[in-house]
């Protein structure tokens, strides 16, 4: 996985932005279809609140549906951009804060002021010092009863299965991958970051991390990324953490892009 130097390379000055990020809901049916099939369902119970902390928002995929569900929206991505971008997108949004970060601080976004974080489809990317780093800022940030959905690899969970697919020739990977023998690492997830370290983090953080959602991507058979939700020990939200292993998230997609396909036509 690559650092965080890397990252900021590729998505401030590689990475061609002319979709804007909806090409990465294609396989769901387009981002209405996502947001609305895949992430409104598992953040409903958080939403409407006061403020939404959203970390990493790229071009404003997700933050055009998040500012209609908060009285205030504070965007932070290290792609200056990116900012710059939804900035001018939201312009006629009132309720929306933008900051450039250095990729791992929140020191912009005042204590306890927090009431729901929010990152899907970025922070996998982000390595475990990254992700713990925002963590344990998480933790300060977050009011008493706040909440926090954080989508990350866990990749890490698979390494000698990681390890053998970087040993195969890289051009008949597709073929492996598809038929379940090797991982996919064009996805592009952190090798080290798992949903059991991720809850280990919480835990040091004072945190409760009370939901993890081990899911499957568009490609592959193994659950290469996780869903969590973490939230202040004590809050109204406080509970033991739950498990899921949904082998059936590609599924999903293929129903959502369908139906919503066909109410389209």
Known sequence: MADLEANRRVWTSDYDWSGEGDEWSRWWGGTDAMWFGALLPRIHRFVPTGTILEIAPGYGRWAQYLKDVCERLVLVDMAPNCI??????????????????????????????????????????????????????????????????????????????????????????????????????????????SARLFAAQCERAGLACVTQERITWHTGHYLMDTLSVFTPKGSRWD????????????????????SYSAQRS
């Not at 997108?89 to 601080?105: L, T």
């Not at 002021?113 to 933790?139: K, M």
């Not at 390890?163 to 090797?182: F, I």
């Not at 949904?246 to 129903?255: D, I, L």
């Open 84 to 193: 710059d971008h939804c900035s001018r997108r939201f312009a006629d949004a009132g309720n929306i804060e933008y900051h450039v970060n250095d990729g791992m601080s929140l020191e912009m976004v005042p204590d306890r002021s927090v009431d729901f974080a929010f990152s899907f489809d970025s922070l996998v990317h982000a390595s475990p010092a990254v992700v713990s780093g925002y963590v344990e800022q998480l933790a300060r940030k977050l009011t008493r009863d706040g909440a926090a959905f954080v989508h990350h690899s866990n990749l890490g969970s698979y390494r000698p299965l990681v390890a053998l697919t970087h040993r195969w020739p890289p051009r008949s990977r597709p073929a492996l991958v598809k038929l379940g023998l090797l991982v996919d690492l064009a996805a592009w997830r952190d090798e080290q970051m």
């Open 239 to 258: 509970a033991p953490r739950v498990a899921h292993r949904n082998g059936g998230f590609r599924r999903e997609a293929r129903r959502m892009a369908s």
